[in-house]
């Protein structure tokens, strides 16, 4: 089945610590996502890539990193530098269209910070 | 700053009747128009998508779409306790750096058996 997998489900990290969440897709979409949500609130968007080697940064793309080496694949790092990392991030792929086509999403990682 | 606006509720309906579910958006580039359903704990599952204005059926859903007035609305029929979620409009700009989606906070509806 086609999908996009996001990996682990839950997560917990030391405060300072970097941490890597993975995010693979057989999809065959050009274009990937990576979103955070905290409670109550709405999608906000970290980074994007339209293209292998190519990502943009979204609207609090600070603190984080990514890299798109390969188009299945799109791990984002939240660095120490995130001031207040715990939250549920969503990663999601489209097509690379004319912007008709909505977003997949992964199951998403739940990341706990103390 | 694109802005995606939803009350965040909470929406209460009795089991059978119709729920409406508001959305307006700042940006007039904005092409598309989705609404996600997001049950607590889960991640957003798509209902509808739109683009073009009027109305847009499918099934128990109707999505509504005015450009004019930059609002896009959800229509559930026949409500059932299983529709018990929270509700994200979503618009699709696109840009010379690609497609991005902005979301609104979400509407919780509680359908009351």
């Known amino acids: 089945d086609g999908g996009i997998t996001q990996s682990p489900k839950y997560l917990f990290r030391k405060e300072g610590q970097n941490v890597t969440l993975s995010c693979e897709q057989n999809?065959?979409?050009?274009?990937m996502y990576w979103y955070r949500q905290d409670p109550g609130q709405g999608l906000r968007l970290i980074y994007y890539?339209?293209?292998?080697?190519?990502?943009q940064k979204g609207d609090i793309a600070e603190g984080y990193s990514v890299s798109r080496e390969k188009k299945e694949s799109f791990p984002l790092t939240v660095t120490s530098a995130q001031k207040n990392p715990t939250a549920f991030y969503l990663c999601a792929s489209t097509p690379s269209d004319d912007g008709g086509s909505p977003l997949h999403f992964g199951n998403g990682t739940r990341l706990t910070v103390t | 700053q694109k802005e995606v606006e939803q009350n965040s509720g909470p929406l209460s309906v009795p089991e059978g009747a119709i729920a409406s579910l508001n959305c307006t958006y700042s940006?007039?580039?904005?092409?598309?128009f989705f609404w996600y359903r997001q049950y607590s704990g889960k991640s957003p599952e798509l209902i509808m998508f739109i683009y073009s204005n009027g109305d847009k059926e499918d099934g128990r859903f109707t999505a509504q779409l005015n450009k004019a007035s930059q609002y896009v609305s959800l229509l559930i029929r026949d409500s059932q306790p299983s529709d018990s979620a929270t509700y994200l409009c979503a618009v699709n700009i696109l840009s010379n750096t690609g497609n991005q989606f902005y979301f609104g906070t979400g509407t919780s509806l509680t359908v009351i058996p």
């Open positions: 890539s339209q293209i292998v080697n190519d990502f």
């Open positions: 999809l065959n979409h050009d274009a």
């Open positions: 940006d007039r580039g904005s092409q598309s």
